[in-house]
Every structure is written in structure tokens, then in C-alpha cells.
């Protein structure tokens, strides 16, 4: 591996690099970073799942590319986001690391890595797949970017309430893949998504105050205070509950999946009662952990009860 002789004003000799080393990996990391993986690990897999579950076939290769483009979608609007959200990220202490406030990379490298990701995203969605999921995809990406990157977050403590509808899409693109058209169970998979996203921002929201509060994002806990936002959470989760029980009602999914979505649903209202009747603003952050473990726990759920469907009736 050939060294490279790297000279500044500042340098009292020459510094030496050796060329694909360090830096560069570090380079590769960092636009790993833009994609938002662990947030984009979710999107794809309630996506696979929506697409398992939806009525008809639908080829290996086809399905796969299907799942690529989901996830190139979810991390080119990562990617937009954290270009747009530069100057905020540098104020909270949960984001200022990442590569744009860290100064690793320039936000304009950011901006066009996402907004091509997303051009190939939708155009290869429409190509291979159908029309109706590449629609679909651009809309998420367009929703999550403009709608509530750009208009709501600033603005209301409604932003994930509204904006969550950009997170609820991926189930309904996997299902749309397969079908062409937007069923009544991908919107089940959709609401199930759309009514988690509240109680599971919010607990964040709650042990981080202090960092959205800085940064003057109007989440929840930092405008309506602890207590009210807990009384929320506790309002969406008590929907939340019986509409993990939509696929049921429609024939999606058997007992199976009913016995354990109300069997997580009860140990997910059990840990946020917790949450209400603590004073210790940090109980929130074992329940914000559960949530996520909850979704992808109800999403497995759904899978595993096609394999033993049990009907109802």
C-alpha cells in the first residue's frame, strides 16, 4: 500500500496517509450514517412483512428488488433529513456526532447522495416492480422530506402525529407490490404503525426534552409538559391495542397472531403505566427500548401466524 505525502502551512513536516486507509473508511461509514440504518432495519422489515401477508404472488427477484428499493427510499430521506436538520444537530447532544455537525462530510455531499438515492429508489420501483408501489415510495419519501421534515417538525407538537404517516407507508408498499393496488389489510398494517409512533416518539421525547428544548423543536413534552404528554401517549396506546387486532377482524391473520398481539399489547400498556405513575422522567427511556422491540415483535407475529394461520371462524 503506497503512502501519500500530505503537506499544510500549518504541518513542520510531512504527514503521511496511507491511501484506502483510516479516512477513507471512515468516509464509507459516514454515508452509512446518513442512511439512518437502525431506523431503515425497521422500515424494511414491516415492509417484507406487508409484502409476505398481501394476497397473490409475486416473483423472488422481483420481491427483492421490491425490499431494495424500500430501503434505498427510507435512507435517501435519512440522508435529506440530516442535510436539512444540519444546524439542530449540532445543538442536541443525541445528534451532534453525526457526520454533517461532526464535519466529516459537507451537507451539499448529503443533499445529493439522498436525492439521487431517491430518483433510483422510485424510478427502479417503477420499472421492476409496478406503478402503484413506486407512487407509493414517493410519497413516503416526499411526505417524510417536505411535509414533515421541512413543515412540521419546526412548527407543531403534532410532527410525528401527522408526520408518523411517512413511517406507517412501507407495510402498504410492500402489500402494493404484490397486488397493485392498496388493500384494506395494508391499511391495517399501516394503522397499527400510524398509532405506535406517538407514545414511542414521545418516550424519547421525554428523556431528551432538555436536548429538543435547546434546539427549539416543539415536540410534545417541551410544550405541553411530562404529564400531559404521558395522558397522550396513554390515549393512543389504548387505540394502538385493538388495532394490532385489524388483521384479525379482516382475515389477514388467525388466533395465532391475536393471542400474542394482545398478549404484547398488555405488557406494552403494563411498562407505560409505569411510565404515568413514575415521577422519574427516565422511566420513559426503558419504554421508548420496548417499543421498538414491541412493533417488530407484533410484525414477527404476523409472519409466524401465516405459517400456523388458525382462523377464527
Not at 132 to 139: D, F, H
Not at 285 to 307: E, G, M
Request: glycine letters at 8%.
Amino acid at each position: 500500500m503506497q503512502p501519500t505525502l500530505n503537506h499544510s502551512s500549518a504541518d513542520t513536516g510531512p504527514e503521511l496517509h496511507e491511501v484506502g486507509g483510516p479516512q477513507h473508511r471512515f468516509r464509507v461509514q459516514d454515508y452509512a450514517i446518513l442512511l439512518k440504518p437502525r431506523v431503515m432495519s425497521l422500515v424494511v422489515f414491516t415492509a417484507a412483512v406487508g409484502l409476505i401477508l398481501a394476497p397473490g404472488s409475486i416473483g423472488l427477484e422481483t420481491a427483492l428488488v421490491a425490499i431494495i428499493c424500500v430501503a434505498a427510499g427510507a435512507g435517501a430521506s435519512g440522508a435529506i433529513n440530516m442535510w436539512y436538520d444540519q444546524d439542530i444537530d449540532r445543538v442536541m447532544a443525541r445528534t451532534m456526532n453525526r457526520p454533517i455537525p461532526a464535519g466529516r462530510l459537507r451537507a451539499v455531499e448529503a443533499l445529493v447522495f439522498g436525492t439521487v438515492l431517491s430518483f433510483g429508489a422510485v424510478g427502479v420501483m417503477a420499472e421492476w416492480v409496478n406503478a402503484a408501489a413506486a407512487v407509493l415510495l414517493a410519497a413516503t419519501i416526499l411526505y417524510y422530506v417536505f411535509i414533515y421534515t421541512m413543515w412540521l417538525k419546526r412548527r407543531t407538537p403534532q410532527n410525528i402525529v401527522i408526520g408518523g404517516a411517512s413511517g406507517a407507508l412501507p407495510p402498504m408498499i410492500g402489500w402494493t407490490a404484490v397486488t397493485g393496488d392498496i388493500g384494506l389489510g395494508s391499511i391495517a398494517l399501516f394503522a397499527i404503525i400510524f398509532l405506535w409512533t406517538p407514545p414511542h416518539s414521545w418516550a424519547l421525547a421525554l428523556y431528551r426534552r432538555g436536548d429538543y428544548a435547546a434546539a427549539d423543536v416543539p415536540m410534545m413534552p417541551v410544550v405541553v409538559g411530562e404529564q400531559r404528554t404521558k395522558l397522550l401517549m396513554l390515549v393512543y396506546t389504548a387505540l394502538l391495542i385493538p388495532a394490532t387486532l385489524a388483521p384479525v377482524a379482516l382475515g389477514v391473520s388467525g388466533a395465532f397472531y391475536g393471542v400474542i398481539a394482545l398478549a404484547l399489547g398488555a405488557e406494552f400498556w403494563r411498562r407505560l403505566w409505569r411510565v404515568w405513575k413514575s415521577d422519574d422522567v427516565m422511566m420513559a427511556r426503558p419504554f421508548f427500548l420496548f417499543s421498538i422491540l414491541y412493533l417488530f415483535l407484533i410484525f414477527v407475529a404476523l409472519l409466524a401466524d401465516r405459517l400456523v394461520f388458525v382462523p377464527l371462524v
